[in-house]
Nanobody
Framework: QVQLVESGGGSVQAGGSLRLSCAAS????????MGWFRQAPGKEREFVAA????????RYKDSVKGRFTISRDNAKNTVYLEMSSLKPEDTAVYYC?????????????WGQGTQVTVSS
């Protein structure tokens, strides 16, 4: 199973930007569609963005379209989430995982996540 380590979170003001990274171990990363998920306090974890193994296709949660960009570097076993025009409602712990059916997590276990806090 792939091990995942997220980083890059922080505290920003509304309108700011952050770039999240997810480093994956293992030999199967380049063949897996990958995604980002987030969990806000008191809420269930939700899908944010996904990208196919070859980066040909991406998909986003409606509320982040036009503001977030997912990308990956298979040579570095890393997937990224570039976030701009951040809003307070984007505040959450962000996680990466493999994806199935475009928006469902593939692996049952999760990394530690990275906290994103957006203040108004």
């Amino acid at each position: 199973q792939v091990q995942l380590v997220e980083s890059g979170g922080g505290s920003v003001q509304a309108g700011g930007s952050l770039r999240l990274s997810c480093a994956a171990s293992g030999d199967t990363f380049s063949s897996l569609p990958m995604g980002w998920f987030r969990q806000a306090p008191g809420k269930e974890r939700e899908f944010v963005a996904a990208i196919t193994s070859g980066s040909r296709t991406t998909r986003y949660k409606d509320s982040v379209k036009g503001r977030f960009t997912i990308s990956r570097d298979n040579a570095k076993n890393t997937v990224y989430l570039e976030m701009s025009s951040l809003k307070p409602e984007d505040t959450a712990v962000y996680y990466c995982n493999g994806v199935s059916s475009w928006s469902k997590p593939l692996f049952g276990s999760w990394g530690q996540g990275t906290q994103v806090t957006v203040s108004s």
